[in-house]
């Protein structure tokens, strides 16, 4: 079965800190809600290319734990 590749992993920055990461499959939406989000940030940008939702989680779990493994066990501010 072909898998849809329309996934990608996404970084949010506030004055070059990440503050989140996240998946997504429509960056425009992504996008705007977080405009509309009382979140302060500088930069938002996908840093994969598409991929299927599993690759995708896969991706955001190995680049949270990097994060956390520089930054005292700490996930971003804005990521629970």
């Known amino acids: 079965m072909l898998q849809v590749k329309d996934t990608f992993v996404y970084v949010v920055k506030n004055q070059g800190e990440i ?14 809600e977080h405009d509309h989000s009382s979140m302060e940030f500088t930069e938002i940008r996908p840093v ?5 939702g599993e690759q995708a989680e896969l991706v955001l779990e190995k680049l949270l734990s990097e994060y956390r493994q520089t930054h005292e066990g700490l996930n971003p501010l804005y990521n629970f």
């Open 48 to 52: 994969t290319e598409d991929m299927t």
């Open 19 to 32: 503050v989140l990461m996240g998946v997504s499959n429509d960056f425009e939406a992504t996008q705007d």
